[in-house]
Nanobody, 119 residues
């Protein structure tokens, strides 16, 4: 099993910044992709950003130019630096990871951390 624990959420004013962290523990071998998704009230969960073990990144259009995802493979950590935050960024942010091998491909989710952007 793989456990994912997020931290770093909170209340921030529009235009502010936050840095989210996600720590992976347990069966961390064969982690391939890690990333962040978010879910706003009454909306479906959506992709924010992902990063592979080789540091290839993808971003949602809403995150491009404002958010930066990074990863520390040695520490099994993934981070999301969020700048120029907007009220529409308000959501629960979930860490995501996949363990993949020749015969398996297993997704894991963290419990989430609340990000609220409001004046």
């Amino acid at each position: 099993q793989l456990q994912l624990v997020e931290s770093g959420g909170g209340l921030v004013q529009p235009g502010g910044s936050l840095r989210l962290s996600c720590a992976a523990s347990g069966s961390t071998f064969s982690i391939t992709v890690m990333g962040w998704y978010r879910q706003a009230p009454e909306k479906e969960r959506e992709l924010v950003a992902t990063i592979t073990s080789g540091n290839t990144t993808t971003y949602a259009d809403s995150a491009k130019g404002r958010f930066t995802i990074s990863r520390d493979n040695a520490k099994n950590m993934v981070y999301l630096q969020m700048n120029s935050l907007k009220p529409e960024d308000t959501a629960v942010y979930h860490c995501h990871a996949r363990r993949s091998g020749r015969y398996y491909d297993i997704p894991y989710w963290g419990q989430g951390t609340q990000v609220t952007v409001s004046s």
